[in-house]
């Protein structure tokens, strides 16, 4: 199922503040489409993502999700392009498909968030399960993946506004990058190649491009991945429950400077 559609070139006038006069271009645009997502037939998610690597989508959003365990779990996988957007037809196993069917419903979002169409604040900020992997990461590790980074963000030097989840060793050296329009696609994404490589993500910690917020924290607490940085600041609540479940934060990191949540005193 190999899919090219991550961006296509449009023209543009490029406008100066000089004496008006503009110059025409063409340039690359990154791709959003709607990915509706469903499982044995029925309906479970619409999304807005960049459609390339959408079988790693597809299982990195149903782990993430909850509704499989293992990529194996998933029995059949179609990506189909119509007129208005793209499908993924999913084929789980009975039991799997019951935890679909429990939580059906139509959700339309922005991007996938792990939150949408949540139905009550108890689900919202449902008990996670504590982070088990432990890893030895020196702060040179991590300066290191940061100064990487950007070589292995190839649809964002294109386009310049996709955003990137990279897995990296222990030693910073970053082993496989994903890249979406939606920081929680990528991170999606990324959770899906690396199960579908069967690479073992409590071995190493994951890199973003974004800000860090619950919902992207909740998706490395579940995938049991011991640390998490992010280039932009981490929220309160991330802080937080980070914290509680036992995920390493490191947010705001630049190339000079990182903040390493510490524990918080009520």
């Known amino acids: 199922m190999a899919v090219d559609q991550g961006a296509k070139s449009l023209r543009f006038a490029v406008l100066t503040p000089g004496d008006g006069s503009s110059e025409i271009i063409k340039r690359p645009i990154i791709a959003e489409a709607p990915i509706a997502i469903e499982y044995n037939g029925i309906g479970y998610a619409v999304m807005m993502a960049t459609p390339i690597d959408l079988e790693d989508y597809a299982v990195g959003f149903s782990l993430s999700e909850g509704l499989i365990t293992q990529p194996e779990d998933i029995l ?3 990506a189909h392009r119509s007129e208005l ?10 039991k799997n498909a019951e935890k679909v069917f429990a939580r059906a419903r139509q959700r339309v979002s922005e991007s996938s968030c792990g939150l949408c169409g949540m139905d009550n604040l108890e689900e919202v900020m449902r008990p996670l399960p504590p982070v088990t992997a432990h890893i030895a990461v020196a702060d040179a590790a991590i300066f290191s993946a940061l100064s990487a980074l950007r070589s292995h ?16 060793a222990p030693d910073g050296s970053i082993l496989m990058t994903r890249e979406d329009v939606g920081r929680h696609n990528a991170l999606d994404k ?11 993500i409590s071995t190493g910690f994951i890199v973003l491009t974004a800000r860090c917020s619950l919902e992207l924290v909740q998706k490395t607490i579940l995938a ?8 932009s600041a981490a929220t309160d609540l991330a802080i937080h429950i980070a914290e509680k479940s036992g ?7 630049r190339a000079d400077s990182a ?3 510490m524990p918080q005193n009520g």
Do not use: E
């Open 247 to 253: 995920l390493r934060l490191v947010s705001l990191a």
């Open 224 to 231: 049991n991945c011991p640390m998490l940085v992010t280039i």
């Open 259 to 261: 903040l390493a949540a």
């Open 85 to 94: 957007g793209w499908i993924l037809r999913i084929q789980v196993p009975q």
């Open 153 to 168: 963000q190839t649809l964002n030097a294109d386009t310049g506004s996709a955003h990137a989840a990279a897995f990296c």
């Open 76 to 78: 059949a996988l179609d």
């Open 190 to 200: 990324l959770i899906g190649a690396l199960a579908r490589a069967d690479i073992n």
